[in-house]
């Protein structure tokens, strides 16, 4: 008997893995309960454009399960973090004694998940592609990639092999036994991206191309490697796209007051990154434009509340994610000014952090970049406007703008800075569970 698979969720990854999973004919349902998708898709179909899209495709979404719905072998998670415990909560009884759970969100679900449906039930499944909902039922595949997914706990698991044959009609599948740091690496990538773009009100391009943004981001992926670190995570590189490990501000590069090679590579890499993701813009902005809650706390909430259980400092991330809860309440509106008041306001944070935590470990100290190289080409027109006295950033934009990264400089990762399309996430390769409101 082939197995049995519900989506919940129909946004942009949502709806995309259900377009996917009715293409090949397995039997898959959705639930969303958003009534006008729910309409659309019966009405039309999954319509998918861009990459690897497979058209439009016939499917059957429902606001509820109906009684009769019975029981299945994978419920795929697809909504936003702030909803996955609801999710849970709401499909256990559908779920097939020996069936699986696969958490599909940004963060660190599975923990969450687990105390709901058990921890040998959930798998993991890391987003490697991203995609947004144009319209009910229309949704843009906005990236390639596939998907790395695993047990939480590092557990091997028989349903895995099943679970990546499957997964392989929408992207390259691979399996993990460690998705914990996997998860980790993501989710300092996403602090930093999600919550500067939600601040900022901008695509990433735009953002990265100011010093201070770039600053922040580094302090921001410092902060979350350091509480890694400190809860024995061992982090991974994530679609090749940043090692954190390397990019983490060393003691000395905090203070650094002029340029040097170590900085120069990291701000270097910031602005390839922000070159070939330029289009990207934060969905927690866009759950704010909407009306709903902000992940903010599955993000750099997650890491202040772990930070304060493991004594390592975040206050860069305990900043910005009051930053943002302001901007969900109405009380300050995202703006580049308003990141720049934010950057100047915590500076002296930084200057003196409290006293009832550790600082960032020894551990983070970096010698020197790791020494394989291929340096990635950068996008021109990065010229800064500002008139500032001549600082570590203003020595990264002269060096930048004009030459390319010394080989002893750059971490082992190459950023491809082709052109992109627009996307509604904030993805580095990696993210896009965007949904529309109520999906």
């Known amino acids: 008997m082939s197995a049995r698979f519900l989506v919940v969720g129909a946004g942009g990854i949502g709806g995309v893995v259900s377009a996917h999973l009715n293409e090949q004919g397995h039997d898959a349902l959705t639930l969303t309960k958003n009534a006008i998708i729910a309409d659309a898709v019966n009405a039309n179909g999954f319509r998918v454009r861009g990459d690897s899209a497979p058209g439009t495709v016939r499917g059957r979404a429902v606001e509820s399960l109906p009684k009769t719905a019975g029981k299945f072998d994978y419920v795929l998670l697809a909504t936003q973090p702030p909803q996955v415990e609801e999710a849970a909560h709401s499909i256990v009884s559908h779920l097939a004694d020996d069936g699986r759970v696969v958490c599909l969100q940004n963060g660190l679900c599975e923990e969450r998940v687990e105390k709901i449906v058990g921890t040998e039930r959930v798998i993991g499944a890391v ?26 706990d590092g557990a091997d698991d028989p349903r895995l092999a099943e679970l990546a044959q499957v997964l392989e009609c929408i992207g390259p599948t691979v399996t993990t036994k460690n998705l914990r740091g996997s998860r980790w690496s993501k989710l300092a990538i996403n602090c930093a991206i999600s919550s500067l773009g939600t601040v900022g009100g901008d695509r990433l391009g735009v953002l990265m191309r100011q010093r201070h943004v770039r600053r922040l981001a580094l302090e921001i992926m410092t902060e979350v490697t350091a509480v890694a670190q400190a809860a024995g995570v061992q982090l991974e590189k994530v679609s090749g796209t940043i090692d954190l490990e390397w990019i983490a501000l060393t003691p000395a590069e905090r203070s650094a007051g002029l340029g040097s090679a170590s900085l120069v590579a990291k701000h270097a890499l910031l602005l390839a990154v922000g070159a070939r993701y330029r289009r990207l813009r ?60 934010f950057y100047d306001r915590t500076r002296d944070l930084l200057a003196s952090p409290p006293e009832s935590l550790r600082p960032v470990p020894q551990t983070l100290v970096v010698d020197r970049a790791p020494a394989t190289l291929e340096s990635p080409p950068l996008a021109e027109g990065f010229a800064q406007s500002e008139g500032e006295a001549r600082s570590i950033d203003e020595t990264v934009d002269s060096k930048v703008a004009k030459e390319p990264l010394p080989e002893s400089a750059a971490p082992a990762t190459t950023v491809d800075p082709s052109p992109a399309r627009t996307e509604d996430s904030d993805t580095i390769a990696d993210d896009a569970t965007t949904e529309s409101k109520g999906s």
């Open 127 to 152: 987003v490697a592609w991203g995609a947004s909902m144009i319209e009910p039922g229309l949704y843009d595949r906005t990236s390639a990639g596939g998907f790395q997914i695993g047990r939480f």
């Open 282 to 341: 934060s969905s927690m902005l866009s759950a704010i434009e909407r009306g709903r809650v902000p992940a903010i706390e599955f993000l750099n909430g997650e890491v202040t509340t772990r930070g304060a259980e493991l004594g390592v400092a975040t206050p860069i991330n305990a900043a910005i994610r009051d930053e943002v809860l302001r901007i969900a309440a109405g009380k300050a509106k995202s703006s580049h000014e308003l990141l720049r008041s």
